[in-house]
């Protein structure tokens, strides 16, 4: 796992041309090596050569095969990877890390009852993996059989007590079954063995926003801290949730600068324009709102954009209509929220685009045909000049993003958690327990087998990591390196 991959290169197809290309355990390493690389093909090739040289008696060659067939992730892939399990299992049925591997694949299928038995017949040849017994811990969980998974949980912890990936798992599942005080401890001790895992904090924000009584200044502090972290500085999606808890909080000028950053990130980020944009229209700010719809459908052309623009326009010209507004009212732009999304950094011309059939000539939009049609807006538009700074005032390497090094630490309005009339589109919605299942495209951890993060990403979800990405056991089986 921890190899030096270039002198290893160099080294092994040394070794392999000195053993005429004949070694199959050299041959298998080739294959690991490229696999971490990225180069599937070569890897593919390295593995098939390894087990033909073998004359099909390589075991550890089989799983490496198998593994690798399996995350590259299409069924055809997967029945070629089980077909190499059993193989290599029908050679050495000891062989507890194909057991646990082959248990992987038949849970990434659903197949939750058969890949339990499969993690149970690891465990049995290798009961001192904290690593298997959470495996069989989050299947057990999503098949609600909470008694058994506790236990298997609390094993974890009890033979790896300082591994944050138990804790916060743990912390999952007492979610799951509702004890949530249980649940923050556990995710609380997570956070103190390791303050920077992505996936405490993100978890554990997700339990604060969306238990019976949320709390949302906690999950705020949460996504504040993520926010922090080293490659997380321009997170859209924690700085979206950030945005919308902002605004449930009534901190505007935070809520607006999030946006604004976020779209400088993103261009293409359709929900984040109608977000802003309702947020804006909400604020009274009908112009700023129509300018924000109209720079997301310079950026992103979607039915879904359309539709929202096209019912915005319906609702303020029935809201026109109803007023009737005196030639007293104010009818200017806000010219600086204008020129703030104009710096929107985008590939796409804007100079001659359509929508719903209509030329849009130098980001101009011609009225519609329809009635929908609104005039100059006739509510007064605040100019809203935004006081942050993109991190310190002296940081020239800022890379346009707003939270410094003390963001975990800014205070919010000491509003009640549950303000009268805020709106339900901005309350961070409740997300269906499967968001937190075990999930192999999900999981999150170092492998246990040869095959490391550099190949294989983890992605930092709400979803329970799994032993096929935990923390390498450096361990030797049965003949066969597991790294």
């Not at 062989?95 to 499969?118: Q, R, S, T």
């Not at 040849?125 to 495996?135: E, G, K, T, V």
């Not at 519609?368 to 005039?375: H, L």
């Amino acid at each position: 796992t921890n190899w030096d991959r270039p002198k290893s290169e160099k080294t092994l197809k040394y070794m392999n041309a000195k053993e005429n290309y004949s070694n199959y355990v050299i041959l298998d390493l080739l294959g690991v090596l490229n696999a971490q690389l990225g180069q599937t093909e070569e890897a593919v090739k390295y593995h098939t050569e390894a087990i033909t040289k073998s004359g099909n008696k390589y075991i550890e060659a089989m799983h490496n095969y198998a593994y690798l067939l399996h995350r590259i992730g299409d069924k055809e892939n997967d029945q070629l990877s089980v077909k190499y399990y059993k193989l290599a299992l029908s050679i050495n049925s000891k062989f507890a890390h194909c057991w646990l591997h082959y248990g992987n694949l038949l849970e990434d299928e659903g197949k939750l009852k058969d890949a339990a038995n499969m993690y149970k017949k690891a465990i049995s040849l290798r009961p001192q993996n904290a690593a298997f017994h959470l495996d069989l811990a989050n299947v057990l969980d999503d098949l609600n059989d909470f008694e058994n998974a506790s236990k298997h949980y609390l094993e974890c912890i009890h033979l790896q007590p300082n591994d944050p990936v138990y804790h916060w798992n743990y912390a999952i599942s007492l979610e799951n079954q509702c004890f949530y005080y249980k649940a923050e401890e556990a995710y609380k001790r997570a956070i103190s063995l390791d303050f920077h895992c992505i996936d405490a904090h993100m978890n554990y924000a997700h339990m604060l926003e969306n238990q019976p009584t949320p709390q949302y200044k906690k999950a705020l502090k949460e996504y504040e801290v993520i926010l922090t972290m080293p490659g997380m500085e321009s997170n859209t999606e924690m700085m979206l949730k950030c945005a919308k808890l902002y605004d449930h909080f009534g901190d505007h000028e935070k809520t607006e600068f999030l946006y604004m950053n976020i779209l400088q990130i993103d261009p293409t980020m359709e929900d984040t324009y109608i977000l802003f944009a309702q947020y804006l229209t909400n604020q009274n700010r009908i112009e700023d709102a129509n300018a924000c719809y109209q720079a997301g459908l310079r950026h992103v052309q979607t039915p879904k954009l359309q539709e929202q623009y096209i019912q915005f326009l319906k609702d303020i010209n029935t809201i026109y209509n109803k007023q009737k507004p005196s030639s007293s009212a104010s009818t200017h732009t806000n010219a600086g929220f204008k020129q703030k999304l104009t710096k929107i950094n985008t590939n796409t011309n804007t100079n001659a685009t359509q929508m719903n059939g209509h030329h849009v000539q130098n980001g101009v939009h011609p009225p519609p045909s329809s009635s929908a049609y609104v005039p100059p807006s006739p509510f007064v538009t605040t100019v809203y000049q935004t006081q942050f700074s993109p991190r310190a005032a002296n940081n020239n390497n800022n890379n346009g993003t707003y939270f410094d090094s003390n963001a975990a630490t800014v205070t919010t309005p000491s509003y009640d958690e549950d303000i009268a009339g805020f709106s339900d589109y901005y309350r961070p919605a409740k997300a269906n327990k499967s968001n937190k299942n075990n999930n192999n495209n999900n999981r999150n951890g170092s492998a246990t087998t040869h095959y490391s993060n550099n190949a294989h990403p983890n992605q930092h979800t709400n979803g329970k990591a799994s032993a096929a990405q935990t923390k390498p056991t450096g361990a030797t089986e049965e003949g066969c390196i597991v790294m």
